[in-house]
C-alpha cells in the first residue's frame, strides 16, 4: 500500500492560514489607528492669530504622510475691526459658537484650536498643541471613513462610505486650499504679508442617520486644482461634537 504524502499540502495550508492572519492583522492594525483632526479659528484681522497659523503649516509639513488633518477656518467676527478676511465666513463664526456649546467654553476667541472635537487650546501655544496631538493620535478612531472624489465640471463629486459611526453622526466634507498669502492692509496687522496653511473654502453637511454611504455633489471654487488643493472629511457625533473619524479623500480620473 502506497504512503500519501501530504507534507505539501500541510506547508499550502500553513502558507495560506499565515497570509489570511496578516491580512487580518493589516486591517486590524488600520482599524486601531488614532487620528488628529486639528480644527483652528483663526482671522486676518487678529494680531494674536498668524503665529497659530505659521504653527499649523508647520505641524501639517511635519505629519502629511500621517492620520493628521488640519482645517483653518476664518471668522468674520474680527471683519468689523477695519479690515474683512478674504477667506471669512459667517458659517465659520456659527461653527465655532457650536463648538463653545459642545465644550462649555464662553466666549469664543481666536486663535482657538480644536482638536478631534473634544479639547481646545490656544493655537500658538506649541508645547501644548503638540501634546493634545500625541494624545489623539494614541487613541483608536471609532468610525472608518472612505472618501473618493472626482470633478465634474465645477462640481466634485465625492462618494463617500462610513462604517462604526452612531446613529447621530454627521459627515463633513471641506474643500481646503493648502496655502495662501495676504497683503494686509489695515487693521491689528496692517502692513503684514500673511501666510495661510489648510484654508476651509467649503463646508459640506451630510445627514447619516439614514445612508452610511453615497455621493455629495459640493460646488468648487473657481481656481480648484488637485495640487493645490485637497478634501477632507470628518465623522461627528451631532451631540457632543465629538469626532469620531476622519480622512483625506482620493481623487479618481474625471467622470465623463
Not at 502558507?15 to 480644527?39: P, V
Not at 442617520?209 to 478634501?231: M, Q
Request: with cysteine.
Amino acid at each position: 500500500m502506497k504512503k500519501i504524502k501530504l507534507i505539501p499540502v500541510f506547508i499550502t495550508l500553513i502558507l495560506l492560514i499565515g497570509m489570511t492572519s496578516t491580512a487580518q492583522n493589516a486591517t486590524d492594525k488600520k482599524q486601531q489607528q488614532g487620528f488628529a483632526l486639528l480644527e483652528l479659528f483663526t482671522s486676518e484681522g487678529c494680531s494674536s492669530c498668524p503665529p497659530a497659523d505659521e504653527l499649523m503649516g508647520k505641524i501639517q509639513n511635519e505629519y502629511k504622510d500621517s492620520n493628521l488633518y488640519v482645517l483653518a477656518y476664518h471668522v468674520d467676527y474680527w471683519n468689523k475691526q477695519g479690515w474683512k478676511d478674504i477667506f471669512s465666513n459667517p458659517d465659520y463664526t456659527q461653527k465655532q459658537y457650536e463648538y463653545a456649546k459642545f465644550l462649555g467654553k464662553e466666549p469664543i476667541y481666536t486663535p482657538q484650536l480644536i482638536i478631534n472635537g473634544k479639547a481646545d487650546y490656544i493655537g500658538s501655544q506649541e508645547t501644548v498643541v503638540r501634546n493634545g496631538i500625541k494624545t489623539a493620535l494614541s487613541k483608536p478612531a471609532i468610525a472608518d471613513l472612505t472618501l473618493k472624489a472626482s470633478e465634474i465640471n465645477s462640481n466634485l463629486s465625492v462618494n463617500y462610505t462610513v462604517e462604526g459611526a452612531s446613529k447621530n453622526s454627521r459627515l463633513l466634507i471641506t474643500i481646503v486650499q493648502k496655502s495662501a498669502k495676504s497683503n494686509v492692509k489695515r487693521g491689528e496687522n496692517a502692513h503684514r504679508i500673511l501666510s495661510h496653511y489648510q484654508i476651509v473654502h467649503n463646508l459640506h453637511t451630510v445627514n447619516l442617520s439614514k445612508d452610511r454611504s453615497g455621493i455629495a455633489i459640493i460646488h468648487l471654487p473657481k481656481d480648484f486644482n488637485t495640487k493645490d488643493w485637497e478634501v477632507i472629511g470628518f465623522v461627528q457625533d451631532r451631540n457632543d461634537g465629538i469626532i469620531l473619524g476622519a480622512n483625506k479623500a482620493a481623487f479618481q480620473e474625471p467622470l465623463l
